[in-house]
């Protein structure tokens, strides 16, 4: 996969935004002081799990994926080398 990254001025510093295959958008934020690599994902559809799946790689303990077609949030339970998404809360539509 070979992503062309454009970089966006947000308030409050710069953020990395990669369009994915899928056609969502990953918002990556300039790491904070400590490193801890946060990010908040937009997909289209539910996040996958795992060493291939949504923000692999990247996406620290805690970041966070929006499911812009189904209108939920994630939250990775797990490492950034194997995201675990799990839903916050019931979230029903």
């Keep these: 996969m070979s992503y062309e990254p454009k970089v966006s001025r947000r ?5 990395l935004v990669v369009e994915t295959d899928n056609g ?3 918002y990556l934020e300039e790491p904070d002081d400590d490193g801890v690599g946060v ?23 805690g970041s966070r994926c ?5 209108g939920k949030i994630y939250v990775n339970e797990n490492t950034a080398a194997s995201p675990l ?3 916050l809360g019931t979230q029903t539509t």
């Design 24 to 26: 969502g958008r990953l």
């Design 11 to 15: 308030a409050g510093g710069d953020w």
């Design 39 to 61: 990010v908040e994902i937009v997909n289209a559809g539910v996040p996958t799990d795992g060493t291939s799946g949504t923000g692999a790689g990247y996406a620290q303990t």
């Design 85 to 87: 998404w799990t839903v």
């Design 66 to 70: 929006i499911d812009k077609t189904n």
